[in-house]
T-cell receptor, first 112, second 113 residues
Framework: QKEVEQNSGPLSVPEGAIASLNCTYS??????FFWYRQYSGKSPELIMF????GDKEDGRFTAQLNKASQYVSLLIRDSQPSDSATYLC????????????FGIGTKLQVIP | DAGVIQSPRHEVTEMGQEVTLRCKPI?????LFWYRQTMMRGLELLIY????????DSGMPEDRFSAKMPNASFSTLKIQPSEPRDSAVYFC???????????FGSGTRLTVV
């Protein structure tokens, strides 16, 4: 079992819709969770982080965390073509909080 | 702030040659990470430093890989000898406190032929 699992996609959504990106992790001791966005040919950039169970909102982005289910998600409201990118879920593992393990990433395509 | 600076942006080398990748972290960041990204395996942590000291090199694939951080503003990742399976994008990232809030450099795309 991979430490951080994501569906590689592509996930296609129409412009204006809600995009839902999901991630599961295997380490119950994980404490910190991150979402990075990576445009094709570019480097990852941090867009959201969440530490506590529940929702965290930032503009059109909402991160959701459920530690009991070992599940973290990212919702993008009013999706725009400029949101088309690969979204990487990253998790700190217990015993090594300074480093994160990344999922393979989900490619999102927003169709105009 | 110039961000994390990596060089070169692209490197094409022949199998068996030595390759050196360079990174300048953001000033004041205490943590520096080297990652490798491929389509098949995604982003993999190779090694990370805290205050110039290597903390965890368990991700370094084999003895052909080595990394150094002689001072707070410079790090190198060296591959000797290089092999075609080393072809990937190598990212350097830095962080103020570790723990996942990283700033990545633009990466070095390495092709070994």
């Amino acid at each position: 079992q991979k430490e951080v699992e994501q569906n590689s996609g592509p996930l296609s959504v129409p412009e204006g819709a809600i995009a839902s990106l999901n991630c599961t992790y295997s380490d119950r001791g994980s404490q910190s969770f991150f979402w990075y966005r990576q445009y094709s040919g570019k480097s990852p950039e941090l867009i959201m982080f969440i530490y506590s169970n529940g929702d965290k909102e930032d503009g059109r982005f909402t991160a959701q965390l459920n530690k009991a289910s070992q599940y973290v998600s990212l919702l993008i409201r009013d999706s725009q073509p400029s949101d088309s990118a690969t979204y990487l879920c990253a998790v700190t593992l217990s015993g090594g909080y300074q480093k994160v393990t990344f999922g393979i990433g989900t490619k999102l395509q927003v169709i105009p | 702030d110039a961000g994390v600076i990596q060089s070169p942006r692209h490197e094409v080398t022949e199998m068996g040659q030595e390759v050196t990748l360079r990174c300048k972290p953001i000033s004041g960041h205490d943590y520096l990470f080297w990652y490798r990204q491929t389509m098949m395996r995604g982003l993999e942590l190779l090694i990370y430093f805290n205050n110039n000291v290597p903390i965890d090199d368990s991700g370094m694939p084999e003895d052909r890989f080595s990394a150094k951080m002689p001072n707070a503003s410079f790090s190198t990742l060296k591959i000797q000898p290089s092999e075609p399976r080393d072809s990937a994008v190598y990212f350097c990232a830095s962080s103020l406190k570790g723990g996942g809030g990283y700033t990545f450099g633009s990466g070095t795309r390495l092709t070994v032929v």
